[in-house]
């Protein structure tokens, strides 16, 4: 198997931290989704970034889609539950935080653009979404120590992803400071191996 993604991408390193947690060997493809001629477009129509590509030939994306592939590859460390109402809530989790990439990239973009091009109302929309999700993470996570039930599970990776490429990229949004129960479910994410190791070069 190979993963074409990038090394900053929160949507990628969601897949790179599934397989450090379910220790599963993949070799790592980097590319530059913003380049001329970038290799996701081979590979996804969409040209988005991370694809798995598997050993006969199939490719699939989008993050959502691996993740849930690599957790069924074996059974180390099962992180969607099999059925019902937990798997929702755990994808539930796992859309928050992807949400929350999405519209932190989305004002990541918007702000690359000329300044006059810019539309503050679009900026303002992804805020409030950025805003109201960082809110609703920290309310019901409240003191528990993972997102849902007693153990790791593709919520906390999808969450802790979002979180770290939020403070990579818009440090202003400052959400440790305003959820401080937030922020100490992080620091217990930042221990874990799977999270230092997929952590995005200096
Ligand atoms: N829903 C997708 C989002 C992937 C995505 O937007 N990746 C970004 C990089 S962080 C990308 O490839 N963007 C290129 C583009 O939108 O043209 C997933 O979960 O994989």
């Not at 081979?42 to 040209?47: E, G, S």
């Not at 988005?48 to 590859?73: C, H, M, N, Q, W």
């Not at 109402?85 to 004002?107: F, M």
């Amino acid at each position: 198997m190979k993963l074409v993604a990038s090394y900053t991408s929160p949507y990628a390193r969601k897949v790179r931290m599934v397989m450090a947690e379910k220790r599963i060997e993949c070799e790592f493809v980097e590319d530059n989704i913003w380049s001329a001629d970038p290799i996701a477009a081979q590979y996804n129509p969409l040209t988005k970034i991370p694809v798995l590509l598997l050993d006969d030939g199939t490719s699939l994306y989008d993050s959502r889609v691996i993740a849930e592939f690599l957790d069924g590859v074996t059974p180390v460390s099962r992180l969607i539950p099999e059925s019902g109402r937990e798997r929702a809530l755990v994808k539930r989790w796992e859309a928050l935080g992807d949400g929350l990439a999405d519209a932190g990239v989305a004002v990541f973009l918007e702000r690359k653009r000329a300044e006059a091009k810019q539309s503050e109302d679009w900026i303002a929309r992804q805020r409030d979404k950025l805003e109201s999700g960082i809110v609703t993470a920290a309310r019901e996570l409240a003191d528990r120590k993972f997102c849902h039930g007693e153990n790791l599970t593709l919520g906390d990776i999808s969450l802790a992803c979002s979180l770290a490429w939020l403070e990579f990229r818009l440090p202003e949004i400052r959400w440790r400071t305003a959820q401080p129960a937030l922020a100490a479910w992080m620091e217990r994410m930042e221990t874990r191996p799977s999270f230092i190791e997929t952590a995005p070069p200096k």
